[in-house]
């Protein structure tokens, strides 16, 4: 049997030299500028923003913690300042189809000059028209219009009153028109005086009545249509004068938007609409009723149709414009149409059109979480749409009112997405969304982790440095900044590794910011930071020390001093939030004949997951591996975890698990002051698990409080040696001998130093010696085996 060997007190923790530092404080410190181990998002990222090639919208994935946000938001913003501030969007009436009003795209920083000064054109036209309208100069023309068209009629009723008096026939005006009445010398011929006459006479009078009545119908025909070309000039008169004004006080519009053929066509429109619509302008008539529909606003004065809607100002703008979206609803993403109460029902018009977040970035960058956005379903297919289509349509949320309001028309979208998330979600999508990589062709993955090397240890030092001047906090020494380095070795639970997952890091670095300024410091050393890490737990543990009171008045039964059989104290990692520690837990297995091979009662009593049915199946071939070469395995094993009645998953007790069951096959005690982690293979190889800091100090402060006898200790995988950050504590303790944390390998090694015998060699045959340990455990298998042989033969 091989003396085992201990890990020493220096493998136990990765410290960070003070002597680093050449800084008094980080007050003398330049912040941090770039980014610490990120390069590959950073390249990819960069890649993203670079193509401007349809697709090339960037996915990026990470932990949370990472800085994500940050990060891309500054690489972002960054790369805007370089670009070209993108144009403004205004909306406008369609005097064609008011439920389409049109979207015009002008310079950064023109739209709210145009809305200005179209406001002040249509003041001024308000003012204008009716002036010109009521002009001695222009009433004066359309008198003598009125009288030329006047004359013009006298003279068509005068022939006709001729040609009626050379038939005896005069031509009376009432108030239901002409009438014709026959003379008779000079005197209106009666009814009774017409009867009398000799039927010849009668018909020639019926004659020249008829030949006067038809002339007279004509004549009226042409009288109507004089009236009809006095009507007719006479607007056209009035269209000219106002267009004569329009167009004065358009031409510098026109001018200085000259490059602007939509706008121009606008100002076309609005021209025209107000032509039409001259009477309105000097109180002749109300403006027409709107026909568009219900839910479109009838307009009260005739001007309010020429309003200019500003959807994106990009004013003061210094590259283009970089939006991240915290809340991606589909109004705030897409834009909406807001609607007003009127008489129990609902108006609108295209001034009550929003612009979203998508329009905002035109021409730039959005970022969103995709978390959020999955949280309201129409959003991400109608992102995907927009992106693909390169048009965005402000419309009403689907499944919202009936009745549509308003479909302003599609405006031309220019934007690089950003989204943010996790590893997880970005291959659920790009396995289940057949859209997904032809939109989002860029990935740049955020690690959680980057080699400590002294490099990346300065940057630590620099980015603690930047924290101080952003939040304004006191300055850190440089043990102070080496306690943080430590921290974050510690939080990567890997001693080659520092955590890039800044959040937790901030927040030690914030609270020890606090306690210094509690304890009256002008700057922050070591002792405040340790001192914050441990307020910070003390007021998440309190589950932590309920757990540990049960071990102390044995409500849950652990032995860390004696030696049993079949009986090893496994250990296990609590989560609860952000704090996570570990506490033994005991693990008893009970060998006897029979052909049901390993019983797992957690399986049984359908409290084990996968992976811990998957780690109790890989025993049954290791045992069949080391013991079933010469006969079959004849045995039963019923294997639980004591005093655990919620659900159990996992495979890094399946070792310790296999410990318990040789324990009980070869009828050896084992060590009940060591606790056991680790996992295994079928081929006996004890591999890494997580949590090896939180099992260790979790045993420890159970073998502490019960009491430490210089026995005590834990097996771990050798694989995890590296992963080893533990609290001063237990590091003391293993220095004083109290203590005591054995990497194995194999099985067999873990089994001697439990149990402090032997596993045995075996030779070409497959036998172990008799007095070795698995010597014991071949010897009771096989008594097993003839045993069950005897019983079949009775």
Not at 420 to 444: C, H, S, T, W, Y
Request: net charge neutral; aromatic share 8%.
């Amino acid at each position: 049997m091989t003396v085992p060997k201990e890990l020493a007190p220096e493998d136990l923790r990765c410290n960070c030299a003070p002597g680093l530092f050449d800084f008094k404080t980080t007050a003398s410190l330049a912040p941090l500028t770039e980014v610490i181990g990120q390069q590959r998002a950073v390249q990819a990222i960069t890649f993203g923003l670079n193509m401007r090639s349809p697709g090339y919208n960037i996915f990026v994935s990470g932990q949370e913690g990472t800085g994500k946000s940050t990060i891309v938001t500054d690489i972002v913003t960054r790369f805007a300042r370089q670009q070209p501030p993108p144009g403004d969007w205004c909306l406008v009436n369609n005097f064609d189809d008011p439920y389409q009003p049109k979207a015009i795209a002008l310079g950064a920083g023109q739209a709210m000059g145009f809305k200005r000064r179209m406001n002040r054109l249509v003041d001024h036209l308000t003012v204008a028209l009716p002036q010109t309208l009521d002009d001695d100069i222009f009433q004066e023309q359309q008198t003598n219009l009125r009288q030329k068209y006047a004359a013009q009629q006298q003279t068509l009723f005068k022939k006709v009153e001729q040609a009626a008096a050379q038939k005896d026939i005069n031509l009376q005006k009432t108030q239901a028109g002409y009438q014709t009445v026959v003379l008779a010398e000079g005197q209106p011929l009666t009814e009774e005086q017409f009867t009398q006459l000799p039927a010849e006479q009668q018909t020639q009078i019926k004659s020249r009545l008829a030949a006067v009545q038809k002339q007279l119908a004509a004549t009226l025909n042409d009288v109507r249509k004089l009236s009809r070309q006095l009507e007719a000039a006479l607007e056209q008169m009035a269209a000219d004068a106002a267009r004569q004004v329009i167009d004065e006080r358009m031409a510098p519009l026109r001018r200085d938007y000259k490059d602007y053929p939509l706008l121009l066509n606008f100002l076309d429109d609005v021209r025209n609409d107000l032509i039409d619509q001259i009477d309105a302008f000097r109180g002749a008539a109300e403006p027409p009723a709107n026909a568009a529909g219900p839910m479109v606003r009838t307009t009260a004065a005739p001007t309010d149709n020429y309003q200019v809607n500003v959807l994106v100002d990009q004013r003061g703008r210094q590259g283009a414009p970089v939006i991240f979206e915290a809340n991606p609803t589909f109004p705030n993403i897409f834009g909406q149409i807001e609607k007003r109460a009127v008489m129990g029902g609902w108006t609108t018009d295209y001034t009550l059109v929003q612009a979203g977040s998508l329009l905002r970035a035109n021409g730039g960058y959005l970022i969103m979480e995709i978390e959020a956005i999955l949280l309201n379903p129409p959003v991400w297919e109608v992102l995907k749409r927009a992106l693909q289509n390169k048009r965005l349509f402000i419309e009403d949320t689907p499944g919202g009112m009936g009745t549509a309001a308003l479909r302003p028309q599609p405006i031309p979208l220019d934007v690089k997405i950003v989204l943010l998330g996790n590893p997880e979600m970005f291959n659920r999508l790009q396995n289940f969304d057949a859209k997904f990589n032809k939109i989002f062709k860029v990935r740049a993955d955020f690690d959680y982790e980057a080699p400590r090397t002294d490099e990346t240890i300065q940057h630590y030092a620099r980015f603690v440095a930047r924290v101080c001047a952003e939040e304004k906090l006191l300055p850190f020494t440089p043990d102070g900044v080496a306690a943080v380095v430590e921290y974050a070795v510690k939080y990567s639970a890997n001693q080659n590794k520092l955590s890039l997952r800044f959040g937790p890091i901030v927040g030690v670095i914030k609270e020890a910011d606090y306690w210094a300024r509690q304890a009256g410091a002008d700057v922050i050393d070591n002792t405040l930071v340790v001192k914050a890490f441990q307020e910070y737990r003390f007021r998440y543990n309190l589950y932590e020390e309920k757990i540990h009171e049960s071990y102390l008045d044995d409500t849950i039964l652990i032995d860390v001093a004696s030696r049993a059989v079949g009986q090893v104290n496994a250990l296990a990692v609590y989560q609860m939030g952000e704090i996570a520690f570990g506490r033994p837990s005991r693990i008893t297995a009970e060998a006897f004949m029979g052909k049901d091979g390993i019983i797992n009662i957690e399986r049984e009593a359908d409290l084990s997951g996968k992976t811990h049915n998957k780690g109790v199946l890989i025993l049954a071939g290791y045992l069949g591996r080391v013991f079933a070469q010469q006969h079959p395995l004849n045995l039963s094993v019923s294997i639980t975890f004591e005093q655990h009645y919620s659900g159990i998953d996992g495979d890094s007790a399946s070792s310790t698990e296999l410990y318990a069951i040789l324990s009980s096959l070869a009828d050896v005690p084992i060590n009940q002051g060591l606790a056991v982690t680790g996992s295994v293979n079928q081929k006996g190889q004890v591999q890494a698990i997580g949590g090896v800091n939180q099992k260790i100090e979790g045993f420890f402060d159970v073998c502490r409080a019960k009491g430490l006898t210089g026995a005590q200790g834990v097996l771990i995988p050798h694989a995890n040696v590296k992963n080893l950050m533990l609290k001063k504590e237990v590091i003391d303790a293993v220095k004083q001998k109290q203590f005591h944390i054995y990497p194995v390998t194999t099985i067999e090694t873990g089994m001697e130093i439990l149990t402090g015998q032997a596993a045995g060699q075996a030779d070409t045959s497959g036998q172990f010696p008799d007095n070795s340990l698995y010597g014991k455990v071949q010897t009771r298998l096989k008594t097993y085996y003839e045993r069950s042989l005897a019983s079949i033969r009775k």
